[in-house]
């Protein structure tokens, strides 16, 4: 009796919260374990390759635009992610070939986001030199997020801090302390002990869906010290990465400097993984990179690209494909992101980011032709090959036939929206009076990857159909390559 209370307890909170349980049982295997300069997974090689999709666990929600009263001119309006639509993204992810994902870092709280109406996951200490305070909201998205890739077998590697102030980084956390900008970097100042106490918060914390502590999650492939952390000293990188495999033995540990390589992090018993990123702007977004920083680690550890892109297709390509197969006396790069994804908007379309003044744009997956002017296909193509090589493949599998959509209500005058299937490529309509048996077919080909997608103003479908009175109901089928999926649900309308 004890047992099926205890089962009914758990539906009920499933109902309530409108997402399945998640049981404390791993649905992976092994931690990702380094040898040299290779990955593993058992006994597998690991290497991945991917679009970088840094907001799992955060929303920049770019069709509000920025908001004017934050001072520093581009402060952006933010938001935590659905439970739906975080496995959304991580289901889009993992169907469309990717093993593993790097996301952004953890945001630190700015004096104006109050009056921007966003929240952050570090919030400041609540004594003068005491220690960082986790938010609590924002670190449930996060247990949601390693839970959802442990359920989908999606490998993460979690940055701590940003040398950046876009989301609230080393700055904002010297702020708690009154400290100067570059503290972060000093190994005696408060603003480092403060950083040291987040790491220790994050790595320790238990996961409020899985019941496991984060060191015990075996999707977390790695922790990275930090995000383009281009003033990193060898002093910075050795302690830190000694605090983070106190705490976490068994989870890998990426040095994220930024530019330069620290050649003191090639013989760090506790640095597993050699990040380097690539932009135009830094005249290192080359295949020529990897050859040099290869030469550079000699095998000693193992090589990642954690960002590249904002660039021609061409360009990524000619970077990919050295990222696949270049190879130094047995050494090759483990895994790639080109920078970035974002995905389905759980009200209908997808987010979107604007980047280089609108010169690029994020990808959707699986790829759209509204994107072409962005060359979204051919990005999506380049990676997906990168994937099937990596593999060991000749030839990309087809994607999976795709889930159903979610159709939401009907408005009064007749707009369709729907949360997108994760590998969805275009979309059938149909429709049919209450008084008929059978569906009609009112439009196919319906595309949601529309980028810069306003939910205030767009719409996925509009029915113009001059209808007479009566009821009306309606369901969407998501199409790919691959075939087509079950009908979404059903939503009804009555017309007068």
């Not at 904002?310 to 006396?329: F, G, K, S, W």
């Amino acid at each position: 009796m004890k047992i099926l209370l205890c089962i009914f307890i758990l539906c009920l909170t499933s109902c309530i919260s409108g997402h399945a349980p998640i049981t404390s049982q791993q649905n992976i295997e092994n931690f990702i374990t380094r040898q040299g300069h290779q990955l593993f997974d058992g006994e597998q090689p690991f290497r991945f390759a991917g679009i970088h999709a840094p907001e799992l666990h955060r929303i920049e929600d770019d069709a509000k635009g920025k908001c004017a009263a934050d001072r520093r001119s581009w402060g952006q309006y933010f938001k935590w992610p659905s439970y739906t639509e975080q496995e959304n993204w991580i289901k889009a992810l993992v169907r469309t070939g990717h093993k593993a994902m790097r996301i952004y870092v953890l945001s630190v709280a700015h004096p104006d986001d109050a009056v921007c109406q966003r929240q952050t996951h570090i919030l400041n200490p609540a004594t003068v030199d005491g220690s960082p305070r986790l938010n609590e909201e924002a670190m449930v998205v996060y247990d949601q997020m390693i839970a959802l890739a442990s359920k989908h077998k999606l490998r993460l590697i979690l940055p701590f801090i940003d040398h950046w102030q876009w989301w609230g980084g080393r700055q904002q956390l010297a702020a708690f302390y009154n400290e100067n900008l570059d503290a972060l970097y000093d190994t005696q100042s408060k603003t480092y002990q403060g950083y040291l106490d987040i790491i220790q918060q994050v790595i320790t914390r238990k996961n409020t869906l899985t019941g496991r502590h984060y060191f015990e999650e075996k999707a977390i492939m790695a922790w990275e010290t930090g995000n383009e952390l281009k003033l990193s000293t060898s002093e910075f990188v050795s302690q830190t990465a000694a605090h983070i495999k106190a705490l976490a033995p068994q989870q890998l540990v990426v040095d994220g400097t930024y530019l330069q390589l620290l050649p003191s992090s090639l013989d760090d018993p506790n640095v597993d993984i050699i990040s380097n990123h690539f932009y135009t702007v830094n005249n290192n977004n080359k295949p020529q990179t990897i050859k040099d920083n290869l030469a550079f680690i000699s095998g000693k550890k193992a090589y990642m690209v954690g960002e590249f892109g904002l660039a021609p297709a061409q360009q990524l390509e000619d970077i990919m494909r050295t990222a696949v197969h270049y190879e130094l006396n047995g050494a090759q790069t483990v895994g790639a992101f080109i920078w970035g994804f974002r995905g389905h908007r759980e009200t209908g379309g997808f987010y979107w980011h604007s980047e280089s003044n609108g010169a690029h744009y994020s990808y959707h997956l699986p790829g759209f032709s509204d994107g072409d002017f962005n060359q979204e296909r051919e990005v999506v193509s380049i990676v997906r090959n990168a994937q099937a090589n990596m593999n060991g493949l000749q030839h990309v599998p087809p994607l999976p036939i795709p889930e159903p959509p979610v159709l939401h209500r009907v408005s009064e005058d007749l707009k369709l929206n729907w949360l997108g299937s994760p590998t969805g490529q275009h979309y059938r309509i149909e429709r049919k009076n209450t008084l008929n048996q059978s569906w009609t077919v009112i439009a196919q080909q319906i595309s949601d990857g529309k980028n810069k997608f306003d939910p205030l103003v767009d719409d996925l479908f509009v029915d113009t159909s001059e209808l007479s009175s009566g009821t009306y109901e309606y369901r969407v089928i998501a199409v790919n390559e691959a075939g087509e999926s079950a009908p979404s649900n059903i939503q009804r309308i009555q017309l007068k």
